[in-house]
């Protein structure tokens, strides 16, 4: 009670936890889903046809990074520092006013660009990724059938622009219960074809869906707390901005998802879609653990932008401390699922992915340069440095595609797997040491804070 007490004394903290809590819940209902249908399905389709899913997913997702833009903590970290004036007439949605302030407007402006600028670029990347596909594959391929359908996500996850204002917000309820509705309706559709054995294509119409869903269920949620005023897309004078400030985090995503998927990609090819599969098992077990640090950090970057503007050395003080949180539970992690990865692969798979174990030994250990990495983001948003973001996911995609090259052939998947191991180690950790020494002191629990003085 005394605990609680405390936290009810301090309102802005109540409101992080509170809207942290909706956070988890989602993470754990996705992640605990995710395993269960994703195994699930793995055992259904087998390893061949699971790996023929994975790669077109992996391929996808190139473009999916792409069609985001790279501006999700920019546009959080701008409509909190505008909505740090107006948070006291948010709820006065007086759409006619003439006295509307110019925060507001300016709030509508930025998610009116930012959507319209997601949806147009999701377009082209939908129509690209298809002609690839059929260019490579031809028209009655499976490949080019899965991508031209799931393919459509690309158009529909512009809708999460809005999610943007409700996490600048701290009020990621809404968003969460949205999403909720879209998540449970598709996963039941793929129990569905599962029970119903239907075949897979099956499964990228309920990718396709899931996303068309949640659009449909997110504007839902917006007109029950929208920002306050109507949104504009302002390409001029919003849009070449916000474009010239995320476009280092766009290349650095880009390179992120080469050294996170172009191992399936060229597994794929090297090795054949069996191969693909039962790597792609093991990344199923070792990923659902990435969700941990991406609710903390999305959760608290609202609350660090705010104290980076008003208190310096409180402020740094917390990185250090998120930064060693992170470095605890993702050691911790690493290390217990390493000692129970067999029976990890046994219980969820089966014998016929029992090949996954060894891989999965390896990939675990991703786990504590990725919490590192999406913890330093944080602070790569905040100190404006997306230069230094854009160097570090360079670099670990030219590693990890290097390595790939060199290893895949001679040793396999344990060769894919140490690729994107070291790859992961050399982004999150080896750049920093090299070229940001303040960042690798705080990663480590060492820096000293000196803005006091």
């Known amino acids: 009670m005394i605990f609680?007490?405390?936290?009810?004394?301090?309102?802005?903290?109540?409101k992080v936890l509170k809207n942290s809590g909706?956070?988890?819940?989602?993470?754990?209902?996705?992640?605990?889903?995710?395993?269960?249908?994703?195994?699930?399905?793995?055992?259904?389709?087998?390893?061949?046809?699971?790996?023929?899913?994975?790669?077109?997913?992996?391929?996808?997702?190139?473009?999916?990074?792409?069609?985001?833009?790279?501006?999700?903590?920019?546009?959080?970290?701008?409509?909190?520092?505008?909505a740090a004036v107006t948070n006291a007439t948010l709820e006065k949605y007086n759409y006619g006013s003439k006295h509307q302030l110019k925060n507001k407007i300016e709030i509508g402006g930025i998610l009116g660009t930012v959507f319209a600028?997601?949806?147009?670029?999701?377009?082209?990347?939908?129509?690209?990724?298809?002609?690839?596909?059929?260019?490579?594959?031809?028209?009655?391929?499976?490949?080019?059938?899965?991508?031209?359908?799931?393919?459509?996500?690309?158009v529909f996850q512009a809708a999460n622009t809005i999610d943007l204002w409700f996490q600048s917000q701290n009020q990621s309820?809404?968003?969460?219960?949205?999403?909720?509705?879209?998540?449970?309706?598709?996963?039941?559709?793929?129990?569905?074809?599962?029970?119903?054995?239907?075949?897979?294509?099956?499964?990228?119409?309920?990718?396709?869906?899931?996303?068309?869903?949640?659009?449909?269920?997110?504007?839902?949620?917006?007109?029950?707390?929208?920002?306050?005023?109507?949104?504009v897309f302002d390409?001029?004078?919003?849009?070449?901005?916000?474009?010239?400030?995320?476009?280092?985090?766009?290349?650095?995503?880009?390179?992120?998802?080469?050294?996170?998927?172009?191992?399936?990609?060229m597994i794929a090819n090297m090795l054949g879609e069996k191969e693909l599969g039962l790597y792609s098992a093991a990344i199923i077990l070792a990923s659902m653990w990435y969700v941990v640090p991406t609710i903390a950090c999305t959760s608290l970057l609202p609350t660090f932008s705010l104290s980076k503007s008003v208190n310096q050395s409180q402020y740094l003080e917390r990185m250090v401390k998120l930064f060693k949180l992170l470095l605890i539970l993702s050691v911790s992690i690493s290390i217990f699922v390493y000692c129970i990865s067999g029976e990890l692969i046994n219980f969820f798979y089966g014998d016929q992915f029992k090949e996954s174990e060894v891989v999965l030994r390896i990939i675990i250990f991703t786990t504590i340069p990725v919490f590192m990495g999406v913890g330093q983001g944080v602070w790569l948003i905040n100190e404006k440095k997306s230069k230094n973001y854009l160097i570090?996911?360079?670099?670990?995609?030219?590693?990890?595609?290097?390595?790939?090259?060199?290893?895949?052939?001679?040793?396999?998947?344990?060769?894919?797997?140490?690729?994107?191991?070291?790859?992961?180690?050399?982004?999150?950790?080896?750049?920093?040491?090299?070229?940001?020494?303040?960042?690798?002191?705080?990663?480590?629990?060492?820096?000293?804070?000196?803005?006091?003085?």
């Open 4 to 14: 609680y007490s405390k936290i009810i004394a301090r309102p802005h903290l109540f």
């Open 22 to 82: 909706w956070l988890v819940f989602d993470a754990l209902l996705r992640g605990v889903t995710a395993l269960v249908l994703g195994t699930w399905i793995a055992r259904y389709l087998g390893p061949e046809q699971f790996g023929k899913l994975t790669y077109v997913l992996a391929y996808l997702m190139f473009f999916q990074v792409i069609a985001n833009l790279g501006m999700d903590g920019i546009v959080v970290r701008d409509i909190v520092n505008l």
């Open 117 to 154: 600028l997601r949806f147009l670029v999701g377009f082209f990347c939908w129509i690209l990724a298809a002609g690839g596909m059929w260019a490579l594959y031809g028209w009655n391929s499976d490949y080019f059938i899965l991508t031209a359908i799931a393919g459509g996500c690309l």
């Open 173 to 231: 309820r809404e968003t969460v219960l949205a999403k909720f509705c879209a998540f449970l309706v598709t996963n039941g559709l793929r129990a569905a074809f599962i029970f119903g054995e239907l075949p897979l294509v099956s499964f990228a119409v309920a990718m396709f869906m899931e996303f068309v869903i949640t659009a449909v269920a997110l504007g839902y949620a917006y007109k029950k707390m929208p920002c306050g005023s109507f949104w």
């Open 235 to 265: 390409i001029k004078r919003i849009g070449l901005n916000l474009i010239k400030e995320s476009w280092p985090f766009l290349i650095s995503a880009i390179s992120i998802t080469m050294y996170m998927r172009i191992d399936q990609v």
């Open 392 to 453: 570090q996911t360079i670099s670990g995609g030219i590693v990890c595609v290097i390595l790939n090259i060199i290893l895949i052939p001679k040793y396999g998947l344990i060769g894919a797997a140490s690729s994107l191991l070291f790859s992961q180690f050399t982004s999150a950790f080896l750049i920093n040491a090299i070229f940001d020494k303040d960042l690798i002191k705080m990663q480590f629990g060492i820096y000293k804070n000196n803005s006091s003085k």
